[in-house]
């Protein structure tokens, strides 16, 4: 069987030096799916989180085309909030931001289970304009994640200062 794997991955590389000229990673093309299925992940819990925060805390029943964007924006606000008083307490470690989205994503599959919802993109009558838009820039978010940051103040700022933040436990940068 290895020895099956082993021909196969030879005959991929003399295909790419050879034929086709393009340079495939496989494993950078795996790692690069991993995280999109994170990202995509993220996005759903905070969806479901808010959606509960939602039907728990508020009374208002919002048009059904704004209780998305609701639902999205009050689980993105606890998710960063929950983080940020990790980081105020010291206890920012990636254990428990780890075990805090999986709680949460846990309370997002009790919250679908118990209240599904109608995800149709059929639209009766007219094309529905918020749909679209909104599907064009969750697109655009996803698209904008792919490519690194090569300046030298957004590495700092993405790369460095998290970092420390994660090695002290705390959103205060040690002096």
């Known amino acids: 069987m290895m020895g099956k794997i082993h021909l196969i991955t030879e005959s991929i590389k003399d295909l790419q030096n050879d034929f086709i000229g393009i340079f495939f990673n496989p494993e950078f093309f ?10 995509l992940m993220l996005f759903y819990v905070m969806f479901g989180v808010g959606r509960v925060v939602n039907r728990v805390f508020f009374e208002k029943h919002y048009d059904k085309r704004l209780s998305h964007f609701v639902s999205f924006a009050l689980g993105y606000s606890l998710i960063s909030t929950a983080i940020f008083v990790l980081g105020l307490f010291g206890h920012l470690t990636t254990n428990n931001v780890a075990i805090l989205v999986t709680v949460l994503f846990v309370i ?3 919250s679908f289970l118990k209240w599904p919802i109608n995800l149709s993109l059929r639209t009766v009558g007219k094309f529905n304009w918020i749909k679209f838009f909104s599907a064009i820039f969750l697109i655009i978010a996803l698209l904008r994640l792919i490519p690194p940051q090569t300046a030298g103040d957004p590495l700092d700022y993405h790369l460095r200062f998290p970092r420390i933040y994660l090695d002290a436990h705390t959103i205060m940068i040690p002096a």
């Open 30 to 39: 795996l790692i690069q799916t991993l995280f999109l299925f994170y990202v």
């Open 108 to 110: 997002t599959i009790y």
